[in-house]
C-alpha cells in the first residue's frame, strides 16, 4: 500500500427523518430527537442511537451529510432499477439520490472510488412504485399465474 488510506465518509437521511444532518449542519454535538414523516420508512428513526457517533465519523473524515428530498426517494430507487437493474427499496432511494447531489456538487469526485451500501430489497416497498412496474396480482396457483400472464407482452414489442 502507497500510505495511509484517506476516506470520507459521507451521510444522506431522507429530509422526512434526518435528525443526523441536522447535527451535521448546525455544528452541535448534539442528536436532537424528532418525529418521522417519510416515505423511507426502514430509515424513520427519529432518535438514532449511534447517531452521535455518525456525527463524529462524518467531521474526522471530512465527510458531508445530506437531506434527500422526499420526492427524489422514487426518483433514485427509478436510476438504480433503470441503469443497474437493481430494484430497492425506498432506503437505497435515499442513497442513491444523495449520491448523484453529492456528485453533482463535486463532494465526490468523479474519479473517486466511491461504495455506496444498499441493503434493501424493493420487494419491501412495492408500493413507492407500484404506479410505474404495475404488478400482476395473482393467488399462489399455477392457473392464477398462467391467466395473469396471458394478457402480458413478453417480448417488450
Do not use: W
Amino acid at each position: 500500500m502507497d500510505g495511509p488510506v484517506h476516506t470520507r465518509m459521507h451521510l444522506t437521511q431522507a429530509e422526512g427523518c434526518s435528525p443526523i444532518v441536522d447535527g451535521f449542519k448546525s455544528e452541535d454535538d448534539v442528536i436532537r430527537p424528532i418525529k418521522p414523516d417519510t416515505i423511507a420508512k426502514s430509515l424513520a428513526i427519529g432518535n438514532p442511537a449511534d447517531g452521535i457517533y455518525a456525527l463524529r465519523t462524518l467531521r474526522e473524515s471530512g465527510g458531508s451529510a445530506y437531506a434527500v428530498p422526499e420526492e427524489d426517494v422514487v426518483e433514485g430507487m427509478k436510476l438504480l432499477a433503470e441503469t443497474e437493474g437493481i430494484f430497492t427499496e425506498t432506503a437505497g432511494g435515499v442513497v442513491v439520490s444523495g449520491l448523484k447531489y453529492l456528485a453533482g456538487i463535486g463532494a465526490i469526485k468523479r474519479d473517486e472510488l466511491t461504495v455506496a451500501y444498499i441493503t434493501g430489497n424493493g420487494l419491501k416497498t412495492q408500493e413507492a412504485v407500484e404506479d410505474v412496474v404495475h404488478p400482476l396480482p395473482v393467488v399462489p396457483t399455477m392457473s392464477s399465474f398462467e391467466q395473469a400472464l396471458s394478457g402480458v407482452n413478453l417480448d417488450g414489442r
